[in-house]
């Protein structure tokens, strides 16, 4: 499968199918990112499922308030670093699953372009070089600005969700090490 000239390997075809289904309309442009981490899924998961913390691993935000209760429904007050063309984000938490590692979140207000944003992240366990990994999967569909074209708004999603994969496996990784995970045996 090739979604917006990525190819997915069978595994990751899958688990797009099944757990990243958007409605995008024709003003939209959606997409979908894998990456690799060197770290067992519950230590991923850990950070990824922080809806009143993302400042753990995104780069770009700097300060997060949640406003009552950590629940579906709950929104949380972002803010951005400087550097980008935002200051804050208004964002729901929509779907926040524990057992299928699944965690759906939309973007409700802001002084920023992103109009209709919503986000599917799911985090799925592998074995990496014997030992576990995982495997996370971010899909988002978003409306394209008045003035941008749909490759312009891909470009500047994607390259964001690419910054925080990295940084979530930078930081996964890191306790990781600490946690010193013992190898997978092969039977």
């Known amino acids: 499968m090739t979604v917006n000239g990525n190819a997915f390997s069978k595994m990751e075809d899958d688990y797009i199918r099944r757990h990243h289904k958007h409605d995008v309309k024709d003003h939209q442009c959606s997409s979908s990112l894998v990456k690799h981490i060197k770290a067992p899924v519950h230590l991923v998961w850990s950070l990824v499922r922080r809806f009143d913390q993302p400042q753990r691993y995104k780069p770009f935000v700097s300060r997060c308030i949640v406003q009552g209760d950590l629940q579906i429904g709950s929104l949380r007050e972002v803010n951005v670093k400087s550097g980008l063309p935002a200051t804050t ?43 576990p990994g995982t495997m996370v999967i971010e899909s988002f569909v978003v409306d394209v600005p008045e003035g941008n074209t749909k490759d312009e708004t891909l470009y500047f999603v994607e390259a964001l969700i690419k910054c925080n994969l990295k940084s979530l496996a930078n930081v996964s990784e890191h306790l990781a090490v600490q946690d010193r995970t013992e190898p997978i045996d092969r039977i």
Do not use: A, C
């Open 89 to 131: 984000s208004t964002e729901r938490l929509e779907l926040l699953d524990d057992e299928e590692h699944i965690f759906r979140m939309t973007i409700v207000g802001g002084d920023h372009r992103l109009k209709n944003y919503s986000s599917i992240i799911t985090v799925h366990p592998e074995v990496i070089d014997g030992r």
